[in-house]
């Protein structure tokens, strides 16, 4: 039976609900604190660290001490052999080195300085591919399975071609898809299953249709709008599969969850625009139409977001 605009609608809000709930409970969980409590125990190098760790080790993924690996469980394999970084020494400052540059609003104890770098000592570290025994807590999402309505992939390759894209099927470079604004390319995997791939098209779309392109003109750098960017491509990606009676709860859920930084309430802030893109995607697979129809070419997204907060809310 099809359904009307205001069915979807309502889906579609209930459905981002839904997953909101869902990384909250995640982001609550003993093993998502499991998780960063390992993640806290790992060092974050410094470039020059990192060059010597990828010289010494290409495939270094971890590393840490021996220390560090006993705690978490696991131990380096006898006849390993280590990875040479350096790490700084530092020393307690002498009274006399201690400066204070302003009057101190607590007493200042000279002796319980600031520690000052006197050199670097050569450590050794192991990578976790060194080493046996329990696996490192992880909350990561998992490749989907399964297949999807031949239809709905096909659907969603005509959104992209009204968009402006050329898709592309093949190697990703260990990502699942990509999008090229300057090339006007997206590109998905081809060594996925069917519902990977046509989550990971709706997920790419997510990117072209929320206008990131000049929302984030910086849109690859770590964290911040890169975080933002992923939640609403991701979110997009859910709404869309799901409204269609798709689950793809095993990798949107971990992945907006870790993009979102664990706050529930980032999912908030880009409710918007999440539900308006996607109300455009489930409007053409209800329609059986392409994009084009639902919203020409040249409209700008970001009109459409302006629009959707000052709609009143579905009670």
């Known amino acids: 039976m099809r359904t009307t605009a205001e069915q979807r609608e309502a889906k579609l809000r209930e459905l981002h609900d839904t997953l909101t709930r869902q990384v909250e409970t995640l982001t609550t ?4 604190q499991a998780m960063l409590r390992a993640a806290a125990r790992f060092h974050q190098y410094s470039p020059s660290n990192v060059l010597p760790i990828v010289a010494q080790r290409p495939d270094a993924t971890h590393v840490a001490g021996i220390r560090t690996w006993n705690a978490l469980g696991r131990h380096v394999r006898r006849g390993e052999k280590s990875i040479a970084i350096l790490a700084p020494r530092l ?13 101190p609003s607590e007493p200042v104890d000279p002796v319980a300085g600031a520690n000052l770098l006197r050199g670097f000592l050569v450590v050794h570290v192991f990578d976790v591919g060194q080493t046996d025994g329990e696996p490192l807590p992880g909350v990561e999402p998992r490749l989907l399975n ?18 402006g894209y050329t898709l592309e099927r093949g190697a990703c470079g260990g990502a699942n898809g990509w999008t090229d604004f300057t090339r006007r390319v997206i590109r998905v995997r081809d060594d996925v299953s069917p519902r990977q791939a046509c989550k990971t098209l709706a997920h790419e779309l997510g990117h072209a249709m929320a206008d990131h392109e000049h929302r984030f003109t910086d849109v690859l750098a770590v964290g ?30 971990p992945y907006v969850a870790g993009w979102a930084d664990g706050a529930p309430k980032v999912l908030q802030a880009t409710m918007a625009t999440s539900l308006t893109v996607a109300r455009r995607l489930t409007d053409v697979v209800a329609g059986g139409r392409t994009v084009g129809t639902v919203l020409p070419l040249g409209v700008s997204p970001v009109a459409l ?6 709609r009143p809310t579905t009670p």
């Open 146 to 163: 399964g297949e999807v309505p031949p239809q709905l992939w096909g659907l969603l390759v005509q959104v992209a071609e009204t968009e």
């Open 29 to 32: 969980s003993e093993g998502w």
């Open 224 to 253: 911040g709008c890169r975080g933002i960017a992923e939640v609403e491509a991701e979110s997009i990606a859910y709404l869309v599969l799901a409204s269609q009676g798709i689950p793809t709860d095993d990798y949107s859920v």
């Open 91 to 103: 020393a307690r400052a002498a009274p006399s080195e201690v400066a204070v540059t302003s009057e």
């Open 305 to 310: 977001v302006a629009k959707e907060r000052r």
